[in-house]
């Protein structure tokens, strides 16, 4: 494995592939400084597209110039890198991330490939099932995520060479590390998973309570920070915060995790949590 280097930003990212994905799409920017996470700004995607522009495509490349520009960063992207290893049309991943805009030609036809190849049977990944998640990367939750983080986000740096995707690359010093994080299963490990998207006081007051555990296990944010999460109805800025977090977590023993991650992972991804 290649020297790692040091890390000096994580970047915690709650993604999305909806029309509006630039509301959707928040990110929370963080240091490490003795042990702590410090979140040192969160907002959404809108906020760095040039020429106020809000449509999806431009909020991707938005998204993809951070990622590119941050050489020294961790990434926790709440997407799926892969699929399940009977549902991949080529052998290796770096293949089938390559031939994937081909192969699927919008987030439906993916589905509906999906669909039809295991008769309407959702088959979640090894990663899936091991972390909880609440979804397979085809589900009607899930799938325009899986389409376009793959093919707008993970394909153009795989072109161009500007990120390691892990576990499927070793992490590097030169590049910005992408891993794949879901807030829900972080959640779950900490025993937070309860309802918090909603308008509702009950629902403002579990996404209270979650920022209030977390910070408890070693995260620290401003004021202003802390109550745009609390306010957030759709909880984005709060997952990107978790997003963050987990990804903290991975990056401490990541080289030795990796040395222990049998293959099947490197070709169907692995969730961080």
């Known amino acids: 494995m290649t020297p790692s280097g040091v890390r000096h930003r994580i970047y915690g990212v709650d993604f999305s592939g909806s029309k509006i994905a630039c509301n959707k799409i928040w990110i929370s920017e963080a240091v490490v400084q003795n042990g702590i996470l410090r979140i040192i700004s969160c907002y959404p995607v809108r906020d760095i597209v040039p020429d106020n522009k809000k449509d999806r495509d431009s909020c991707l490349l938005a998204l993809r110039s951070l990622i590119s520009s941050s050489k020294d960063s961790v990434f926790g992207m709440d997407f799926p890198f892969s699929l399940p ?103 779950k490990k900490e025993e937070l998973y309860i309802p918090y998207k909603g308008k509702s006081l009950r629902e403002k007051q579990a996404r209270e309570y979650i920022l209030e555990e977390i910070q408890k296990k070693g995260i620290v944010t401003t004021p202003a920070i802390r109550d745009l999460a609390v306010n957030d109805h759709e909880g984005d800025a709060l997952d990107s915060m978790i997003a963050a977090f987990a990804a903290s977590k991975a990056v401490p023993g990541l080289e030795m995790t990796l040395n222990k991650l049998p293959d099947i992972y490197r070709l169907e991804g692995y969730t961080f949590y």
């Open 85 to 187: 290893g009977e549902l991949m049309f080529a052998d290796d991943w770096k293949s089938f991330i390559l031939e994937f805009a081909e192969r699927y030609t919008s987030p439906e036809h993916f589905r509906n490939e999906m669909k039809a190849s295991m008769q309407n049977r959702e088959l979640k990944r090894l990663t899936d099932t091991e972390v909880k998640a609440p979804f397979c990367v085809y589900n009607l939750r899930l799938y325009r995520q899986t389409f376009f983080g793959i093919r707008d986000v993970l394909l153009p740096l795989l072109k161009e060479n500007s990120a390691c995707m892990i576990p499927m690359h070793g992490p590097t010093g030169n590049k910005p590390w992408l891993i794949e994080i879901c807030p829900a299963s972080t959640l």
